[in-house]
């Protein structure tokens, strides 16, 4: 039996809709269509272009249908903690508020004193953007919540405009920081944020099929009616994870690199420890069941906003240009904190670089080449730290690394992360977001998990 699907894997920088078609022994991927995303800001405020995504997902449909492929289900994964709201009339209330706003830093700094009492909940990571701090910064501001009747998650968000089908996925709720797969949505927390558990609709495990396309909406894409929008794990990374589960018992260590970096393992329970606290390790749910024990890592967002500034000066360098002047350019051994969360906000980021090292390290990075270098650097340093805190929070050794995402063709960083490690680096797929998408549709549409199947890239 042939299935062709379509992965929407949409990113904090770009979307893309990516075919799977699987006939039973390989899997044959091509992309077909791809679109900017980013914050936009409004009334001091940053939030997502919902219609921009929404337009960009469907115009990934149309593209495959353009080019033959009979579609036989869409999938839609993103990045984690966003939502949206809907309202009683069934119509989004506002824009989905971007998780670098920076009030929500602002509201972190505020109850920084219950950061460990917020982590108990369900062991994820203190950070600015987690929907908890979310949350309290909408109850801060007057948000009335009784107007929604429903908060969903950003790849469920895309998937009710498609189907017009509510639904709660468990690995992009696990980012939230108050779900648990034992417990559901935290109600205390909720209480305080004056929620009511009822505005999460019921959860849908991957690997199923949440509803249909809208016939409306199938022809404007010209789809035959009745188009499948399967569930996939709603979190990017969850997906990307997914390619690595040969089997039940492997629990590999990985590094997801792309805009932001993930880097933890596999495990069958939930750590939530002092230590793990500490170290900044964050539980979130794999699509079996099992828990990602990640970090987070600002990962390849530094440079994409430096290589967005040299664009606008007319240096329109791409990844592969950019890595070979940093191969050759001299940083003087520089690095800095990439966690740090001065990082975090868009704009000026070259001269913030250069400003950091030089006040922290006496250095000057004196061209573009040398500015990457210390970047990629910096960050094989800060995926070193997080190893040793993960050997020390579960008390495991490994003897590789499984790179995954765009940046396994960056030979420079693979090799800094090598020699930091002590490691060898195993570079994995560079779409595997989409394709841990398609496995788990192939899987709602065949009841066959295909993870073994042989992966062919098409161009």
């Not at 039940?248 to 393992?265: A, E, K, M, Q, V």
């Not at 939930?270 to 890592?297: C, H, P, Q, W």
């Not at 390849?300 to 040299?310: K, T």
Request: hydrophobic residues 40%.
């Amino acid at each position: 039996m042939e299935v062709n699907v379509l992965a929407i894997d949409l990113g904090a920088s770009s979307g893309r809709g990516i075919t799977a078609r699987y006939d039973g022994n390989e899997i044959r991927t091509e992309e077909v269509y791809r679109f900017p995303n980013g914050a936009k800001e409004r009334n001091g405020r940053l939030e997502w272009d919902l219609d921009a995504l929404f337009d960009g997902a469907c115009a990934a449909v149309r593209a495959a249908v353009a080019r033959g492929v009979r579609l036989d289900g869409i999938g839609i994964d993103s990045w984690g903690v966003d939502y949206g709201l809907i309202g009683k009339d069934g119509k989004p209330l506002c824009a989905p508020r971007h998780y670098r706003d920076p009030a929500h830093t602002l509201m972190r700094r505020e109850m920084r004193g219950r950061a460990f009492e917020f982590y108990k909940i369900a062991g994820v990571s203190d950070n600015d953007f987690n929907t908890t701090y979310q949350l309290l910064t909408r109850k801060a501001e007057g948000f009335d919540f009784s107007r929604a009747e429903s908060l969903l998650f950003i790849p469920q968000l895309i998937g009710y405009l498609f189907s017009g089908e509510r639904i709660t996925e468990p690995t992009i709720a696990s980012t939230s920081g108050f779900y648990t797969k034992d417990k559901g949505f935290d109600e205390s927390f909720l209480a305080e944020c004056g929620l009511d558990s009822g505005l999460f609709p019921p959860n849908a495990a991957a690997g199923s099929v949440s509803g249909r396309i809208k016939r409306e909406l199938c022809k404007e894409l010209n789809l035959p009616y009745g188009v499948p929008v399967t569930v996939c794990p709603g979190h990017d990374t969850a997906c990307a994870v997914a390619t690595l589960c040969r089997s039940r018992d492997y629990l590999p260590l990985y590094l997801i690199s792309g805009t932001w970096s993930l880097f933890g393992t596999l495990t069958d329970r939930t750590v939530i420890t002092e230590r793990a606290f500490l170290s900044g390790y964050t539980n979130e749910l794999a699509a079996d069941g099992r828990v990602r024990l990640l970090k987070n890592i600002i990962g390849m967002w530094i440079i994409q906003e430096c290589m967005r500034e040299w664009k606008a000066q007319g240096k329109g360098y791409d990844y592969s240009e950019i890595t070979k002047l940093a191969a050759v350019s001299d940083d003087g051994g520089a690095y800095f904190d990439v966690n740090d969360s001065f990082f975090l906000p868009p704009g000026q980021m070259c001269e913030r670089v250069r400003n950091r090292v030089r006040s922290e390290c006496g250095k000057d990075l004196k061209d573009d080449g040398a500015l990457a270098r210390c970047v990629f650097r910096s960050m094989a340093k800060a995926y070193a730290v997080a190893y040793r805190d993960l050997k020390e929070v579960i008390g495991k050794e490994y003897d590789e690394l499984h790179v995954l995402g765009g940046g396994v063709n960056n030979g420079l960083l693979n090799s800094f992360i090598s020699e930091e490690l002590g490691i060898p680096v195993r570079a994995g797929y560079a779409e595997a977001s989409a394709l841990g998408n398609a496995l788990y549709q192939i899987s709602a549409l065949t009841g066959e998990f295909p993870v073994n199947a042989a992966v062919v890239q098409e161009s």
